[in-house]
């Protein structure tokens, strides 16, 4: 039974925050899920590639 846990813990975990990052960054959750459960490290880079919203550039000019 420890076995078991230990196994979910240490694939499944990595695999479900991979999920949940994916579909935040609109990538493929699935793929994503089964690559960091795999291999974790592709929680990194999942993590590396997110560049965040846009923000808008106000056109602006600063008082002189």
Same mark, same amino acid.
């Given at each position: 039974?420890?076995?078991?846990?230990?196994? #979910? #813990?240490?694939?499944? #975990?990595?695999?479900?925050?991979?999920?949940?990052?994916?579909? !935040?960054?609109? !990538? $493929?959750?699935?793929?994503?899920?089964? #690559?960091?459960?795999?291999?974790?490290?592709?929680?990194?880079?999942?993590?590396?590639?997110?560049?965040?919203?846009?923000?808008? !550039?106000? $056109?602006?000019?600063?008082?002189?």
């Amino acid at each position: 039974m420890s076995e078991l846990i230990f196994i #979910l #813990l240490f694939f499944g #975990l990595p695999g479900v925050f991979g999920f949940i990052m994916a579909r !935040k960054r609109d !990538k $493929n959750p699935y793929l994503w899920g089964l #690559l960091c459960g795999i291999f974790p490290f592709f929680l990194v880079v999942l993590r590396m590639h997110y560049k965040g919203p846009e923000k808008p !550039k106000d $056109n602006v000019s600063p008082p002189a």
